[in-house]
């Protein structure tokens, strides 16, 4: 009987030869190889039902840029999901979007989390760095309305105001105000340890150990990404916690990656949390009596 971790290898390993096949060997048989015909995609302006269509636009892109290559940066595998961290470089060689060849080198980030099923990938989720893109092409970029409406300074503003306040409620073990910046059907992915779904079982997770531990965390953010009503983000946690009965400090030094989704009111609210140790540490887990 194949294992968890072993499912989850297994996984890592079909994304890491998505990625190579796709863009360093160029190949489109590994689309057919390591997806399903009826495979979603969610883009950053665009979606995707089914492979034929999928092979359309890969088709449109590698003769614009058919010299890509892509390094993996990270993966992170928990239950039937990978995120991936990739960065892209290539040239402008074909027409794209109606731009004529301009012989101009890019260099593009992308996030994206895959649902894999029997080692074969059936859905993405995918934020690209479209306008970097564009930019970087000199492609002529227009405001679709006044300037003072910069949408997405007004995301990352709110989006970093959520994160503000997620950390100062996790250093306050404050469960209430922590749980209000998850969506209802959250998926809470921690180290080690079985997925998480949804806000009540992520209470049930948090409470008995923020009622055992005090935790003094800090966050650096490396990298966010908006596309969208979804927003993607990843960073570093360091910091110490201990056990309220008393004890020594221990070190907390983790990796995260969290993924947004804007609400009807337009507010945003974390959809997915995926968090993974740089230290053999040991993470806080309720004391069982």
């Known amino acids: 009987m194949t294992s968890q971790v072993q499912i989850e290898t297994q996984n890592k390993e079909v994304v890491q030869r998505y990625w190579d096949g796709k863009w360093n060997k160029r190949s489109p048989e590994i ?19 089914g492979i034929e269509e999928y092979k359309q636009v890969y ?37 794209f979007d109606g731009l004529p060849p301009t012989g101009k080198v890019f ?50 503003e ?19 105000t922590l749980l209000t910046e998850f969506t209802d059907d959250v998926v809470f992915l921690p180290d080690d340890q079985p997925p998480v779904v949804g806000k009540a079982a992520l209470e049930a997770w948090v409470r ?20 969208g009503d979804w927003a993607f983000e990843w960073g570093l946690l360091t910091g110490t916690f201990r056990l309220l009965a008393g004890g020594q400090d221990m070190q907390v030094d983790m990796k995260y990656v969290y993924v947004y989704e804007r609400q009807p009111d337009g507010s945003w609210k974390c959809a997915y949390d995926i968090v993974n140790k740089n230290l053999p540490s040991v993470y806080p887990v309720p004391i069982q009596d």
């Open 208 to 227: 008995p150990i923020y009622e055992q531990y005090d935790f003094e965390i800090e966050g650096t953010v490396k990298e966010v990404v908006v596309a």
């Open 107 to 156: 260099t593009a980030k992308a996030f994206t989390i895959f649902r894999l099923v029997d080692g074969k990938i059936v859905e993405e989720w995918e934020a690209f760095d479209e306008l970097g893109l564009m930019h970087q092409l000199g492609m002529e970029l227009r405001p679709t309305g006044d300037v003072e409406s910069n949408e997405l300074a007004r995301d990352l």
């Open 158 to 176: 709110a989006i970093t105001a959520l994160r503000e306040e997620n950390l100062a409620a996790i250093n306050a073990s404050d469960v209430s």
């Open 59 to 95: 088709g449109s892109f590698l003769s614009a840029f058919h010299d890509t290559q892509i390094t993996v940066e990270e993966l992170i595998a928990e239950g039937d999901k990978v995120t991936s961290r990739v960065s892209l470089k290539g040239t402008h060689k074909g027409e």
């Open 31 to 49: 689309l057919d190889e390591l997806q399903t015909p009826d495979v979603i995609y969610h883009g950053t302006s665009m979606n995707m039902n």
